[in-house]
Nanobody, 125 residues
Framework: QVQLVESGGGLVQAGDSLRLSCAVS????????MAWFREAPGKEREFVAA????????YYADSVKGRFTISRDGAKNTFYLQLNSLKPEDTAVYYC??????????????????WGQGTQVTVSS
């Protein structure tokens, strides 16, 4: 079993930055794939970014490419989502997620078995 605990959300203005953290604990997860999703009111949960824990290779949704950066710190068992140049349309609850294999990192949330509790990001104009 893997546990994910998020932190770092908040209320910011358009153009500001935030960093979300997701602390990982539990069984060995070196072969896992990690991801961030977000869910805005009235919308489906959508893929934001993913990373292979061991290789560090990353993938992004087109809507955040060039503004958001996913990374991980093996020493701290934590992965991050750096959000820059935030826009009001980035307002959502952000969730970190993990799956037991990193061979493929799908954008569909149903393929991820482990989830954090979610953290609210609100961007005002």
């Amino acid at each position: 079993q893997v546990q994910l605990v998020e932190s770092g959300g908040g209320l910011v203005q358009a153009g500001d930055s935030l960093r979300l953290s997701c602390a990982v604990s539990g069984r060995t997860f070196s072969n896992y794939g990690m991801a961030w999703f977000r869910e805005a009111p009235g919308k489906e949960r959508e893929f934001v970014a993913a990373i292979r824990w061991s290789a560090g290779s990353t993938y992004y949704a087109d809507s955040v490419k060039g503004r958001f950066t996913i990374s991980r710190d093996g020493a701290k068992n934590t992965f991050y989502l750096q959000l820059n140049s935030l826009k009001p349309e980035d307002t959502a609850v952000y969730y970190c997620a993990a799956r037991g294999t990193a061979t493929i990192l799908p954008a569909a949330s149903r393929f991820y078995s482990y989830w954090g509790q979610g953290t609210q990001v609100t961007v005002s104009s």
